[in-house]
């Protein structure tokens, strides 16, 4: 018998699932998709970490500051940002339109051309033009990269590769900042071509397509194929199938009835008006505040400048910085662990709300010293941030894309990501572009505080508002955030009338 090969899928292999002989393989397949994902999320880390040590190696080298100004070193540390936005509507075009395989290929592609231009480069000028050419990179970022995750894992194992997922990212920004600290830093741009190279061909010829495409696209036998080829056909795999197909069908059989003339303005407010929209959307922005503006993110990309700042040397500035990103990738390990026994919400707000604590702290720490009310202590300043960054990636710097990976509903997917996207990258980038002048103004006291008071506004509105996504497929989700206000309304007088 001929056998019936779909993308990378073999029906035969399904067979076999049916007689228990390859009980494992779902999850090792999810994990070999998802690997290709976290290659790029590493090289996208090493893009991210690489101006913290390329910046201070070229001044010494020049034996000047002018070599990198100050203004082409934020531009150098920001652009990454800047450069996605034109990205961020044209890879949800491509992945609506093909797939989420093909547009996966061209990124590594562009990946590639980018460090090439990096490894070549002579001047900040083309270093610069090195780190635009990554804009598709960045923008992947919440566009597609999320999408494969989520599409192409189950419930069951989401989560874990999701906070897995945001370890890899920083374990290139660490990676970047050792190979810079000891070699040259054009070795980075080495390893960033290795790590593209492998997601490259894995993607190329061996990933099935995501069956959530093929669901919304009505093809539903080659859903069913590549579903049950990456998630098996136990109980919960094939319920979460049937669910899937069932709501694509419904969906698609609306759509046909919706009148031709209807405009597609029309249309979008419609979408905008959808609770199930921009209840997400909302929380998701919130979630990328807390993180932006909690401040680790700005001591992980400027942790040299910020580090020597307060402890007025150098040497210990490299260690320092070194020391604290290793601790943070710990962490990091840590928090996807409590992630496997704790509620999503539960950790990330408690751990968010440690992290802002110590900001505190470190503010009034750093205040004292200032007013001469305490000696400075280069130990004790280390040891501050250090504890910081553990609280903090403990929580929002693994959860954060799993949080809007998850409440984004899978029909809106289309308006929603890029949306959240275009908000995230501006957002990223306009913090680290403004941190210097931060620095520079309120001083390192000032800024700590800036960024306690503002991580507690933002852990505030989602103490009140976020619900629990944990173990909940896509579908359940997007369920709670479709129920009607009446239904609300209802739900709580049931439960004053059950309590009287």
């Not at 921009?278 to 990309?301: D, E, H, I, Q, R």
Request: net charge positive.
């Amino acid at each position: 018998m001929a056998k019936k090969v779909y993308s990378g899928v073999n029906t035969e292999e399904i067979e076999e699932c049916d007689k228990g002989q390859v009980s494992g393989r779902p999850f090792l397949r999810q994990l070999f998709v998802v690997s290709g994902v976290w290659s790029i999320y590493f090289v996208l880390g090493l893009s991210y970490g690489a101006p913290n040590v390329f910046i201070p190696q070229i001044r010494r080298d020049a034996n000047s500051t002018d070599a990198v100004t100050d203004d082409m070193a934020s531009w150098l540390t920001s652009i990454h940002g800047y450069s996605a936005l034109p990205w961020i509507p044209i890879i949800p075009i491509l992945s609506r339109k093909f797939g989420r395989k093909v547009p996966f290929v061209i990124l590594c592609f562009t990946t590639l051309f980018g460090f090439i231009v990096f490894y070549c480069s002579t001047t900040t000028l083309i270093l610069l033009i090195g780190e635009i050419m990554e804009g598709m990179l960045v923008g992947s970022n919440m566009t597609l990269l999320i999408v494969v995750v989520t599409e192409y894992t189950t419930p069951r194992y989401r989560g874990i590769f999701m906070t897995v997922k945001s370890t890899i990212f920083f374990w290139g920004v660490w990676i970047a900042n050792a190979t810079g600290t000891f070699s040259h830093w054009k070795n980075i741009a080495l390893i960033a071509f290795a790590c593209s190279v492998y997601a490259l061909i894995s993607s190329s010829f061996l990933w099935p397509e995501s069956p959530s495409w093929l669901a919304m696209n009505g093809r539903f036998e080659e859903c069913a194929t590549a579903h049950r080829w990456l998630k098996g056909q136990d109980e919960a795999a094939e319920s979460e199938l049937e669910g899937l197909i069932n709501s694509q069908k419904e969906y698609l059989t609306r759509s046909k009835r919706k009148e031709v003339s209807s405009s597609k303005l029309k249309g979008l407010l419609e979408t905008i008006r959808t609770k199930a929209f921009y209840k997400p959307l909302l929380l998701s922005m919130t979630v990328m505040l807390l993180y932006n503006f909690s401040g680790k993110y700005v001591c992980s990309m400027y942790s040299i400048v910020m580090i020597q700042k307060i402890t007025n040397s150098e040497s210990t500035a490299y260690m320092g910085m070194l020391i604290m990103e290793a601790v943070t990738i710990f962490s990091m390990q840590i928090g996807c662990i409590l992630s496997k026994y704790l509620k999503r919400r539960t950790l990330l707000l408690s751990s968010s709300s440690l992290g802002i604590m110590f900001l505190f702290i470190i503010s009034l720490y750093l205040y004292l010293v200032k007013l001469s009310f305490i000696a400075k202590n280069d130990i004790i300043s280390l040891v501050l941030l250090t504890v910081f960054s553990m609280t903090i990636s403990c929580g929002p710097m693994i959860l954060a894309c799993s949080v809007y990976g998850e409440l984004t509903p899978l029909r809106y997917r289309s308006t929603s990501l890029p949306t959240l996207a275009i908000f995230s990258e501006i957002l990223m980038a306009t913090v680290l572009k403004i941190s210097p002048y931060i620095f520079k103004t309120l001083e390192m006291h000032g800024a700590f505080l800036f960024y306690g008071l503002s991580a507690s506004v933002f852990a505030f509105l989602l103490y009140y508002y976020l619900p629990e996504s944990k173990d909940k497929t896509l579908q359940e989700i997007e369920n709670y955030f479709k129920e009607s206000k009446a239904e609300d309304v209802s739900q709580d007088l049931l439960e004053k009338c059950a309590k009287r």
